[in-house]
């Protein structure tokens, strides 16, 4: 594994985080204007990738599949493959709260779905 190199090296704390900030900013407008997708940042994360070096190949595949399904607005098929998901682990947090919010919904995105929702609660 390769050392990790802070690409922010030299800078202060506040002048890293304004800089980290302003690249959360130009990720949020590409996910706006449908250059990329939520998906497509996280696969490209390094700690996120990391956190998923453990987890069951087969469960991360079909997540994959459902949560493009998901942002894509295809909730039928999204809630379906969520279901196949909890089926190999019923305990899966992430799978758990997808499926539950398309419910929540009856199934049908909203009409101002963008491939995301605001999170209101922590």
């Known amino acids: 594994m390769e050392p990790k190199v802070d690409r922010f090296m030299g800078l202060s704390i506040k002048d890293k985080k304004a ?5 959360k900013k130009i990720l949020l407008k590409k996910i706006e204007i449908g250059a990329t997708t939520t998906w497509e940042i996280f696969a490209r994360d390094k700690d996120f990738k990391e956190l998923r070096r453990n987890y069951d190949k087969v469960l991360t595949k079909k997540f994959s599949e ?4 998901y942002i894509s607005g295809d909730w039928a098929t999204a809630e379906d493959l969520f279901s ?3 089926k190999i682990n ?3 947090g992430p799978t758990l709260t997808l499926k539950s919010y398309i419910e929540e919904l ?3 995105p909203p009409n101002t ?4 929702r605001e999170l209101t609660e922590k």
């Open 66 to 69: 459902a949560y493009r399904k």
């Open 106 to 108: 009856n199934g049908i």
């Open 90 to 92: 019923p305990k899966d």
């Open 19 to 23: 800089q980290k900030d302003k690249e």
């Open 84 to 86: 196949q998901c909890l």
């Open 113 to 116: 779905w963008k491939g995301y």
